[in-house]
């Protein structure tokens, strides 16, 4: 990651805001272990300049205390702010990492992308993008469902399980079976018990599974530090930007990169460059949304070990234009998109 060559600065005086909320059934149902939604609400920021406009988007997720109204209260309380010539770097100052920063931080890259007739990797000191392989995602469900469900998506070469605790041995198994030469991740979402925790990350070793995402909650995961890890383990929960890297480093052997966690593309570029030193492979991935949300998280996923960027394929319409998924793999965004 060139991070180190961000410019923090892009974007520009005199500013104005544009947000909408917009909402985006979800085919069939996605399930994890803290429960099931059938629709994405994502919330677009719109910031021009009377000739360009900008656009990002950003998910509000209440495991992280937020909700549409405080995220859209948040973006608000920047409108003065950006009339006034907010910049990049003054937004990293002005908000905390999550959600609202995210989607204003992806609209300033977008629109310094337009004012320049350059592309957001260039901006970014980056090599222009390629496709990536992502993920596939299987929600949470009896094994037998489950199963069917991979086998259903086996044309995916890299599947990612939602697991939940009980009955996790049974899920694994069965999956399995029914995909026998399928790359397979899973994901517990802190749902797993600590006596548990190291005997289900043998049977997910037994299993062929190459990674397991927070097994247990955030916050409560010291225990990581002192079992055997039969298999890599990912943060997610517990990480969300630079400042959370170096006390998990000890616990985990990579890192989930969300641009809604980081608070946008230019500390999730940053968040990646510091975990790289610190010896931690790295997922990319992102909340359930359109491929608005996914265009910025592209640029980090160019050179991560894992990438779960499969958002526009769970829902049952994507925004046009959109990104195009080809098999398995996600091609970079046309500019018309973000970028």
Request: glycine share 10%; net charge negative; charged share 20%.
């Amino acid at each position: 990651m060139a991070g180190s060559r961000l410019d923090l600065n892009g974007a520009g005086a005199g500013l104005r805001l544009a947000l909408r909320v917009e909402r985006w059934p979800i085919r069939g149902a996605f399930t994890i272990a803290r429960g099931a939604k059938r629709e994405a609400q994502v919330v677009v920021a719109e910031i021009g300049d009377g000739t360009h406009v900008g656009r990002g988007e950003c998910v509000p997720y209440a495991r992280y205390g937020e909700s549409v109204e405080s995220v859209v209260a948040a973006i608000e309380s920047a409108r003065g702010t950006l009339a006034q010539g907010l910049d990049r770097a003054g937004l990293n100052a002005l908000l905390p990492a999550g959600a609202a920063r995210n989607a204003l931080d992806c609209a300033m890259w977008d629109l310094e992308a337009k004012r320049s007739g350059r592309r957001a990797a260039a901006l970014a000191g980056l090599p222009p993008p390629h496709a990536v392989a992502t993920a596939f995602t299987i929600s949470l469900g009896d094994p037998q469902t489950m199963a069917a469900q991979a086998k259903a998506a086996a044309r995916h070469s890299l599947l990612k399980l939602k697991l939940g605790g009980a009955g996790d041995r049974d899920r694994l198994a069965a999956v399995r079976a029914a995909v026998p030469h399928t790359r397979l991740i899973a994901d517990a979402n802190e749902a797993w018990q600590p006596h548990e925790t190291e005997s289900l990350l043998a049977a997910a070793a037994d299993t062929g599974v190459e990674l397991v995402e927070q097994p247990l909650p955030a916050g409560a995961d010291g225990l990581l530090e002192q079992i055997a890890h039969a298999v890599p383990v990912c943060a997610d929960e517990s990480v969300h930007d630079r400042a959370s890297l170096d006390a998990l480093s000890r616990r985990y052997d990579a890192v989930n990169i969300k641009l809604d966690k980081t608070g946008g593309l230019t500390e999730a570029l940053l968040t990646a460059e510091r975990a790289r030193t610190l010896g931690l492979k790295i997922m990319v991935g992102s909340m359930v949304a359109t491929s608005l949300s996914m265009a910025p998280a592209l640029l980090v996923a160019q050179n991560a070990d894992w990438v779960d960027l499969d958002g526009p394929l769970l829902l049952a319409a994507d925004r046009t234009p959109g990104l195009i998924y080809e098999a398995d793999m996600v091609l970079p965004p046309a500019p018309e998109l973000w970028g």
